[in-house]
């Protein structure tokens, strides 16, 4: 692989450029090639759920459905993401603001997750530790899980220094002028991702850490849970953020467009900020040792942090129309058509936050405690985070891929047909799965069971009456099999692929000149892309209000422990102590 110099840049700044996009390939690389391993294996769980045992047929590679789906999630729900997530964070505000990152720091973020994500693919593939994506106790894996994760969780916050020192520097050359949007989206997603850690963070250093190197015997498993919670539902909205980045930053000016509102979109972050931490516990809506008050309360806070994202939908709605309309569509769904849907890249997008809308009115479903209890376990929340975080992000990160490989080392799209085809066989496959999940969830269907493995009998006596949901999520696995082969072609075929006459730049879009905000270009370096938007801070109040990151950071910490004070006392004045269980 190799990178393209800027022309008409002196010696060292081409070279410093050269390092970013370097760098930048290698998280891509790294990300996408999780992804590619946990995808392959994803359509064997699909097919466990069809009825057909694979797995007999896989040893030694894989021992276990149980062993392959901890795989799957490990590497598709941390490892692609991070990995994607903490190179665009760094290079796209340097990029808008002209200026470099920290390279040793950036270089140190990719090497302490490289380092654990090679020693949680030991752990999983010597099936020392097939204790899924929660990595729940009492459920005890090898030392190798818990550190990797321990290193994979901490490399991924060193983006935020990175980034406060990128919005640092731009304001000292700029004083009073807001921070760019990109930048702004970054930081704000990087703090509440700070905060989001503190949970993971603490049970991996303070309860699994020791643990496993076997200086403690016992763990609580209830505090472990509930600590995970604190990450684990925030971690969903650092799975969005960086694509919502794209969505408002990027996309409507690859559709030909301005985003309509600025300030709206600093607002959307500003919420996510806010509202993704205290809500954690709505994972734990069944578990015991939460008062009936409690639930009531995480039910309230869970409906407010559907509202950004209700914000984007419109916001982004809105830019895509827009567009639609500059682009000659007419009527109610003209503009709509009128998209350009033969670029692969706004394609995977616009289909993203389509099966989006679905995703989210599952998501209100499974906050509302009441209809919680009545999916929670069952196939229904796999098939509501497929078209959340395996859509939603992963399509968009795969749109994202399709103009910055070529960005990143000067190569050419290989096959942009191939490209579209594995974008619309996502799709497609993943509508299919997420329908039959869902649906076999309300049968009773349970998650993360290895049915396949029981005699027919049984399986078609609990399971008979979902035949056909479960024939779709085996259907679904399939085509996205073949969705994972196309992207895999086309990715690679990028990186080895024809040189390009000109370099593609960054999409930066231009907001919509409204009432509120309108565009300027910022921070354009010779020799590098035109920079993104900002909104005018005597024009948008609101934009100017939200500027106080780190007063919003303190309110989010605030809330947090008024939030967690409440339901972690219960569980530390009754204190459980279990041993390590390997059931697998
Ligand atoms: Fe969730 C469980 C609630 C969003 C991921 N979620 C999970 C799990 C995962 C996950 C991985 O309250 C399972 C974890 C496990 O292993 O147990 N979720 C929500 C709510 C939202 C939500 C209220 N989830 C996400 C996102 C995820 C994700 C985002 C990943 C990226 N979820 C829950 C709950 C549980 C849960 C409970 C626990 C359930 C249980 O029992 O265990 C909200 O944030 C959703 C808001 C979203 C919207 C949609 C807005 C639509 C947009 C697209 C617009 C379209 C356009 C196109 C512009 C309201 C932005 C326009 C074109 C036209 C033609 C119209
Ligand atoms: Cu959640």
């Known amino acids: 692989m190799s990178v393209t110099l800027d022309r008409g840049m002196s010696l060292p700044a081409a070279d410093a450029a050269a390092a970013e996009r370097r760098t930048m390939l290698w998280f891509l690389v790294w990300g996408f090639s999780a992804l590619m391993i946990g995808a392959a294996i994803g359509p064997l769980q699909a097919l466990n759920y069809g009825g057909f045992n694979a797995y007999p047929y896989l040893r030694p590679v ?30 796209l505000p340097a990029r808008e603001l002209g200026l470099s990152p920290n390279m040793t720091l950036w270089r140190l973020c990719f090497g302490m997750m490289a380092i654990g994500t090679l020693m949680l693919l030991y752990a999983m593939f010597d099936n020392s530790s097939s204790i899924l994506w929660t990595f729940y106790p009492p459920l005890k894996g090898s030392p190798f899980f818990y550190l990797g994760m321990t290193l994979v969780v901490f490399g991924s916050l060193l983006p935020l220094p990175i980034i406060l020192d990128l919005r640092a520097r731009w ?32 049970e991996l250093v303070v309860q699994l850490d020791p643990w496993a190197l076997g200086l403690t015997d016992t763990i609580d498993p209830m505090i472990a849970r509930t600590l995970f919670w604190w990450t684990g539902h925030p971690i969903v909205y650092f799975w969005l953020m960086p694509a919502y980045v794209s969505w408002y930053a990027l996309l409507p000016k690859q559709v030909g467009g301005k985003l309509v509102s600025d300030p709206m979109a600093r607002l959307t972050f500003a919420l996510l900020l806010v509202f993704s931490l205290p809500v954690g516990s709505h994972h734990q809506f069944t578990d015991p040792g939460f008062s009936q008050i409690w639930r009531g309360i995480l039910v309230a806070l869970t409906l407010s ?47 993203a936050m389509l099966t989006f809308i679905f995703g989210g009115a599952g998501g209100i479903v499974n906050g509302s405690w009441q209809l919680d209890t009545l999916v929670h376990n069952t196939t229904w929340i796999p098939g509501h985070f497929h078209i959340t975080v395996g859509t939603a992000t992963a399509m968009t990160f795969m749109g994202v891929a399709f103009w910055m490989v070529p960005h990143l080392t000067g190569r050419k799209l290989f096959s942009p047909g191939l490209a579209l085809a594995s974008v619309w066989l996502w799709f497609v496959g993943m509508s299919i799965f ?59 075929g990028t990186l080895f692929g024809r040189r390009l006459a000109t370099p593609v730049p960054i999409p930066f879009a231009q907001a919509f000149g409204g009432r509120e905000s309108y565009a300027v270009g910022v921070g354009e370096t010779p020799g590098r892309e035109p920079a993104g938007i900002v909104a005018h801070p005597q024009l948008s109040p609101l934009a100017k209000a939200l500027e106080h990151l780190g007063l919003l950071t303190l309110l989010t910490a605030v809330a947090t422990l008024a939030a967690y004070i409440p339901i972690f006392w219960p569980f530390v004045t009754h204190m459980t102590a279990a041993h390590g269980w390997k059931v697998w």
Not at 174 to 186: D, K
Request: hydrophobic share 50%; net charge positive.
């Open 62 to 91: 894989l021992q276990s459905y149980y062993q392959g789906l901890t795989i799957h999630g490990v590497l598709n729900a941390y490892i692609f993401t991070f990995f994607i997530t903490c190179g665009l964070l760094v290079y």
């Open 305 to 351: 942090v559907a509202l950004p994202s209700l914000i984007t939908a419109f916001t982004i709605g809105l830019s895509l129309e827009y567009a639609g309309r500059l682009r000659g569509g007419r009527g109610w769904i003209g503009w709509f058509t009128a998209l350009p849907w033969r670029n692969a890249s706004v394609a995977a997008q616009v289909l």
């Open 171 to 202: 304001k000292a050359q700029r004083p009073g002028e807001l921070t760019p949007l990109v930048t702004y989206m970054s930081a704000a997603t990087m703090l509440m991702w700070l905060l989001a850690g503190v949970g993971a963070g603490t």
């Open 434 to 492: 997420a329908l039959g999940m869902h649906w076999s969830g309300l049968h009773g269907v349970p998650r993360r069971a290895w049915v396949s493995y029981l005699p027919q009998s049984v399986y078609e006596r609990l399971y008979g009456s979902a035949h056909l949901p479960l024939a779709l999520v085996a259907v679904g696995g399939v085509i996205l099999w073949l969705a994972t082969i196309a992207l895999y072609v086309v990715f690679v």
